[in-house]
């Protein structure tokens, strides 16, 4: 004989069910789980090619974590807000360095986390837990890839000089060129028809800024914004 089930007996068991999963998700072992697959596959997702696991399962861990917070009445509209923002400012950072929107993200993203905890030194263990597991996960992949893939990729020089088409360094002194990429303080700058390495004296220098070289130490090419120069003379 099948078994009967009324709506009351029906609603009943699925609210179970929710309260179990939701306790479940929220319990310490499984948050700092969840925190390290997000954390680690969003940044391994920042060094590969196009999007692929590391995109798929980091944005999943986080979604389950949310879920389950939300579920639990831990997670409050301002809470998502805020870790929103701070994750906006966390990507916005990769496209306009500088170090403030990184530090702001940051900041956002523990504070968000912490205020949805449901014990705070759990939640600590766990963020601790799941920075290492990234930081690990980020080596690895640096060793297979390197930086040379991935959002990284317009930072790094993709065409190389050979020995006899390089200027005499110090040649280079006084003329003007444009910074390839973002200076910070090196990168690259495209000076006459050559690109090639670049450091500056310590100042940030936006991509597309007119610089000039102001010396040369050994293999060394240091230049400066021609704004900054003009500004020190």
């Known amino acids: 004989m099948l078994p009967y089930f009324t709506l009351p007996s029906l609603q009943a068991s699925v609210q179970a069910f929710g309260d179990t999963l939701q306790a479940w998700i929220t319990s310490p072992v499984i948050v700092t789980i969840l925190l390290s697959?997000?954390?680690?596959?969003?940044?391994?997702?920042?060094?590969?090619?196009?999007?692929?696991?590391?995109?798929?399962?980091?944005?999943?861990?986080?979604?389950?974590?949310?879920?389950?917070?939300?579920?639990?009445?831990?997670?409050?509209?301002?809470?998502?807000?805020?870790?929103?923002?701070?994750?906006?400012?966390?990507?916005?950072?990769?496209?306009?360095?500088?170090?403030?929107?990184?530090?702001?993200?940051?900041?956002?993203?523990?504070?968000?986390?912490?205020?949805?905890?449901?014990?705070?030194?759990?939640?600590?263990?766990?963020?601790?837990?799941?920075?290492?597991?990234?930081?690990?996960?980020?080596?690895?992949?640096?060793?297979?890839?390197?930086?040379?893939?991935?959002?990284?990729?317009?930072?790094?020089?993709?065409?190389?000089?050979?020995?006899?088409?390089?200027?005499?360094?110090?040649a280079l002194i006084g003329q003007r060129g444009v910074a390839k990429t973002p200076l910070r303080p090196t990168g690259t700058a495209e000076i006459g028809d050559s690109v090639m390495e670049v450091i500056t004296e310590g100042r940030y220098v936006a991509k597309g800024s007119e610089i000039v070289v102001i010396r040369t130490e050994g293999k060394k090419i240091i230049v400066s914004s021609v704004t900054n120069k003009e500004e020190k003379q």
């Open 37 to 170: 697959v997000a954390f680690a596959g969003l940044a391994v997702e920042m060094f590969t090619p196009g999007f692929g696991a590391g995109g798929i399962l980091g944005i999943a861990a986080g979604g389950i974590f949310l879920y389950g917070h939300i579920a639990g009445g831990l997670a409050t509209s301002t809470d998502i807000l805020l870790l929103t923002a701070a994750i906006i400012l966390l990507v916005l950072e990769l496209f306009v360095p500088g170090g403030i929107m990184g530090i702001l993200g940051m900041i956002g993203l523990l504070w968000a986390l912490f205020r949805m905890a449901a014990d705070r030194t759990d939640m600590m263990i766990s963020v601790s837990i799941a920075f290492v597991v990234t930081v690990i996960a980020v080596i690895y992949i640096i060793r297979i890839v390197g930086f040379e893939k991935g959002m990284f990729k317009p930072m790094i020089l993709q065409d190389t000089l050979r020995p006899d088409t390089l200027p005499s360094l110090t």
